[in-house]
């Protein structure tokens, strides 16, 4: 089992950054994908940013120039950097891992963090 705790989140003005972390434990294969997703009242949940486990990054349209997500030194633990925050950045933003052993795919997620972009 791997459980996922989250960290960060908030509210921010608009233009405003936030950062959010995301640490996994428990079984955990060498190929994995981590990152976060967002849902918005009234919307699909929607891919913002991940990383693999070659270090290779990925975005959502919304996120390209203005998120960055880096892997930190324990290389299960994922951060998301939020800059030039929008109203519509405004979500409930979920940790995700994807890990994968064989022919077997193993998906997890967190509780999810509320991000409130509002002057």
């Known amino acids: 089992q791997v459980q996922l705790v989250e960290s960060g989140g908030g509210l921010v003005q608009p233009g405003g950054s936030l950062r959010l972390s995301c640490a996994a434990s428990g079984s955990i294969y060498s190929i994995y994908v981590m990152g976060w997703y967002r849902q918005a009242p009234g919307k699909q949940r929607e891919l913002v940013a991940d990383i693999n486990s070659d270090a290779m990054t990925n975005y959502g349209d919304s996120a390209k120039g203005r998120f960055t997500i880096s892997r930190e030194n324990a290389k299960t633990a994922v951060t998301l950097q939020m800059n030039s925050l929008k109203a519509e950045d405004t979500a409930v933003y979920y940790c995700?891992?994807?890990?994968?052993?064989?022919?077997?795919?193993?998906?997890?997620w967190g509780q999810g963090t509320q991000v409130t972009v509002s002057s």
């Open positions: 995700n891992l994807v890990t994968y052993n064989l022919n077997m795919e193993y998906e997890y």
